[in-house]
């Protein structure tokens, strides 16, 4: 009898058969599209599973799933500790993974304006392995790369700066989705238009996903326990998705209201953690859904090129985390005080806190930030007006404009694909699209997308 064991957060998504009749899972598309991710270990099919994250699975002698049990529960154990000890412990700690991850091997380090992967710059920089780095930035939008630039000099790795060019997705639709499965939308995965430069570099991809969540708040500040639910429904449900949703649900029959069985999915999982904590709850909630079935999902491009490593994601991380008080991981505080021991690298420019940096990101509020507001609004409405948008966001290179349109509705309007999301329910959410709110009606197109690449490609498929 096969066993299967799953680490607290995997980097990649596994699938077993169940030994039950293949049948689409409607119910679960219906909570991708609300969402643009699935749940639990939801997958397009009701006899399919993806295995979920600390779980010891057992597979009978056909290779269908018997059964399964939980090796990690998420807990909230504080230790009484000072900072500077925690943060003597979390350096060491990141220190140890990252040098075990990598090995001796050639490092290829992808990286943003942010926290996390300057993090793994400020270990990377003390060892001896190569590293090449990297960025990217919209066309149109803001340089962000140059911010990386910065940080690869300051560490002396070599750096590639890339621009993601308008339309880059449908030269690489099919490809990204025998990638991913259609597991995630496609708007998303920003390397998929440098991926014939990432396959050059020579390496292993040392990765910063979900830095920025265990390193910080699970919640706001004063926040009760009757806000939770209200709280991750906003954070978790795209209200045109919602809309499309629903639409689908009614189409497809599905028994009972939709957004009762939504809010089902939401309030069972997070009852399962036993966590008084809310902060901690909320966190591991994130972890177990988001992390599990949206950030790991998009790691496959990344391993389409090279092997890929995760300091963030190992065990040890995940239950250091579970120790440390809420109140030293509250607002970066350990990130921050690790980088501020980095003369060099604290002064160079926080994306999030632009245009100041780790050292006085502080001032980023009235009056001190007025200069640099009022400065960058009049640069994005000039650019306009000489018909130069600003681009802020990955859908706009590739929904907007004549050519990018031919090309979705192409795909969004097959009438194989209108088959199964009939063909009145794509044209309201395409009208939508174009109206004068694009930009809160684009994930719902963007998940009509994904849904027409899935059906022509894997539709009555089987593991």
Known sequence: MKKITTPILSNSNSFLKKDEIHAINYQAIC???????????????????????????????KGFLKSSKVNFEWHY???????????????????????????????????????????????????ENPVQAYSYHFKGGYPEHKISEQIADT????????????GYLWGCIDELAHINKCYSEFTHPR???????????????????????????????GTKEKDILPLLIK??????????AEQLWQHWNMEGDFKAYLISRIETPLSNIKIDNLSAKVRAFKTSQWAHRWTTSNLSVFEAAHPITLPY??????????????????????????????????????????????????????????????????KRTVNGLIGNPFIQRNFELQFLGEQ????????????????????????????????????????????????????????????
Request: hydrophobic content about 40%.
């Open 404 to 463: 990018n349109d031919r090309e979705l509705k192409e795909r969004i309007f097959e009438k194989t694909f209108n088959q199964f999301v009939p063909k009145t329910i794509v044209e309201k959410c395409y009208l939508n699209f174009k109206g004068e709110d694009y930009v809160n009606n684009a994930h719902a197109v963007s998940m009509l997308l994904t849904l027409s690449l899935w059906y022509k490609n894997f539709h009555n498929s089987t593991l």
């Open 77 to 127: 154990s504080p230790r009484n500790m000072s900072f500077d000890s925690v943060l003597e412990e979390y350096k060491e700690l990141l220190q140890t993974i990252v040098k075990e991850q990598i090995g001796d091997q050639n490092v290829i380090l992808p990286l943003s304006g942010g926290l996390d992967s300057r993090s793994q710059a400020l270990v990377l920089k003390n060892l």
């Open 313 to 378: 994601y190992d065990d040890r991380m995940c239950q250091f985390i579970c120790t440390v008080p809420e109140a030293f991981l509250a607002d970066r505080k350990l990130q921050i005080a690790h980088l501020k021991q980095d003369e060099w690298l604290s002064q160079i420019t926080w994306h999030a806190q632009k245009p100041f940096h780790i050292n006085n990101y502080h001032l980023n509020k009235l009056p001190f930030n007025i200069p640099y507001r009022v400065h960058s609004k009049l």
């Open 235 to 244: 954070k978790m449900i795209r209200p045109d998705g919602f809309k499309l």
């Open 191 to 221: 390397q998929m238009a440098v991926l014939p430069e990432l396959k050059k570099m020579n390496g292993v991809f040392s990765l910063g996903h979900w830095g920025d969540v265990l390193f910080d708040r699970g919640v706001p500040e």
């Open 31 to 61: 909570v991708f599209v609300a969402t643009g991710f699935f749940f639990d270990d939801d997958t397009f099919y009701k006899d399919e599973c993806c295995l979920l994250p600390a779980r010891d699975y057992e597979l009978d002698a």
């Open 155 to 166: 560490c002396g790795f070599d750096f590639k700066g890339f621009q993601i060019e308008k």
